[in-house]
């Protein structure tokens, strides 16, 4: 089978950094991908890694490591409206026409 | 640019009554089409998905059904509704080289009374 583990909350003040973490167990591997969700909005496309590394975008930075089957998403310079659901999704390896997302992490973060 | 419309925006069905949600793209041709549902607090469940016009893959046995009459059109169905079927229901797009690079709607969020 095929599943993305990620924590289910995780909190922070203003300015500070938090790291989303996102661990996957998949038959085959294309990249992962992050998904943004403000409370009441649809998703977002954040940011897809096919390699390892890390690939900054601003103040989000998402990060693959292959070998370890895990990634994460980091936000830096926290800001209140990045108050949000992250999910990260791979692609179904018997149908590469879906996506598989993970269950989701809320960030909360305070001032 | 590309836009995914999606309406109605809210609803409320009582428990029997049919169900139509539609969802339209603009500015692209020939995209995958995609209808989820999210409880919630939940996490995103695919219901049906299409690759071309007239091609359906339901992923959920239910009572939903889905259609795509036209290239960038894509129709959520049900002939009863059910109290489980309320939830917050999301059409989404891609093109064809991103597969993990899905466009959602703004949703319909539908409770069924």
């Known amino acids: 089978g095929q599943s993305l583990e990620q924590p289910s909350e995780v909190t922070a003040v203003e300015g500070a950094i938090v790291q989303i973490n996102c661990t996957y167990q998949t038959s085959g591997f294309y990249g992962l991908s992050w998904y943004q969700q403000h409370d009441g909005g649809a998703p977002t496309f954040l940011s897809y890694n096919a390699l390892d590394g890390l690939e900054e975008t601003g103040r989000f930075s998402s990060f693959l490591s292959r070998s370890d089957s895990y990634g994460y998403l980091l936000l830096q310079e926290l800001q209140m409206k990045d108050s949000a659901s992250y999910f990260c999704a791979v692609r179904d390896w018997s149908n590469t026409d879906k996506l598989i997302f993970g269950t989701g992490t809320r960030l909360q973060v305070f001032p | 640019s590309q836009t995914i419309h999606q309406w109605p925006a809210t609803l409320v069905q009582p428990v029997g009554s049919p169900l139509s949600l539609e969802c339209t793209v603009e500015?692209?041709?020939?995209?995958?089409l995609y209808w989820y549902r999210q409880a919630a607090g939940r996490g995103l469940q695919l219901l049906f998905y299409s690759v071309g016009i007239g091609q359906i893959s339901s992923e959920v046995p239910q009572n939903l059904s889905a259609s795509r009459p036209q290239d960038r059109q894509f129709i959520l169905s049900s002939k009863k509704l059910l109290l489980s079927d309320s939830g917050f229901y999301l059409c989404?797009?891609?093109?064809?080289?991103?597969?993990?690079?899905?466009?959602f709607g703004p949703g319909t969020r539908l409770t069924v009374t």
């Open positions: 500015g692209t041709s020939n995209p995958n």
């Open positions: 989404a797009w891609r093109v064809r080289n991103r597969q993990q690079e899905q466009y």
